[in-house]
């Protein structure tokens, strides 16, 4: 069974919020520069109609950086081979991890998308966990348009199902803190906890 659309007046009023400390955040990037990075059309919760006059840009962080790297490096760089996942050695050893800040704001308000709160809504883990991207960016947009309070939105990580990803929503006013390069003891201890080899 597919998972139910967003009809409109049929979920505003069930979405629970759960708040976020902005310092908890962090991305793993190759690019620390253009921190933070705002995707649209493409990702699990990126606005479907990007050229929209609505349009909102989305940036994924994660809660911790294993969370990140399953997510990021091995999802979007690895490949399971011979018994391990291989990946870049540059998409290991280039890689930052990446803090952020708000203006004037130490949380930010998300709309959860696990546990009870997703059952609430006449959900299941599809919505993180599906191939198919359309349902949860009708999501996204829908839960953007409900309300200027949503700052994002909390999901489960499909790479990492025992921790949590967050879409981040533009309007956050998300801006990048610091950024520092990964330690190699901490990419050795990585690739070891997630079977990975550098090629």
Known sequence: MSLRQPEPGSFEDLLRPIRIEVASLLR?????????????GVYRFDDPD?????????????????VAFAES???????????????????????SVVRFA???????????????ALKALGLNNDISASADY?????????????SQRWDGIRYVSRQ????F???????????????????ARQVDDLCDRFNVTAV
């Not at 990037?29 to 649209?40: G, I």
């Open 28 to 40: 793993l990037s190759r690019h620390p520069a253009t921190e933070p990075y705002w995707s649209a």
């Open 50 to 66: 990007p050229d929209g006059a609505d349009a909102f840009g989305t940036c994924y962080t994660a809660s911790t950086i294993e």
């Open 73 to 95: 490096v091995i999802h979007e760089c690895g490949r399971f081979l011979g018994g391990s996942y291989e990946v870049p050695t540059a998409e290991l050893t280039e890689r």
């Open 102 to 116: 708000c203006e004037r704001r130490k949380t930010l308000l998300l709309a959860d998308l696990t546990g009870a």
């Open 134 to 146: 359309a349902t949860s960016q009708a999501w996204a947009r829908a839960i953007h348009g409900a």
């Open 160 to 163: 990492m199902n025992k921790g």
């Open 165 to 183: 990803a967050y879409a981040m929503f533009k309007r956050s006013g998300l801006r990048k803190l610091r950024a520092e390069k990964l330690k």
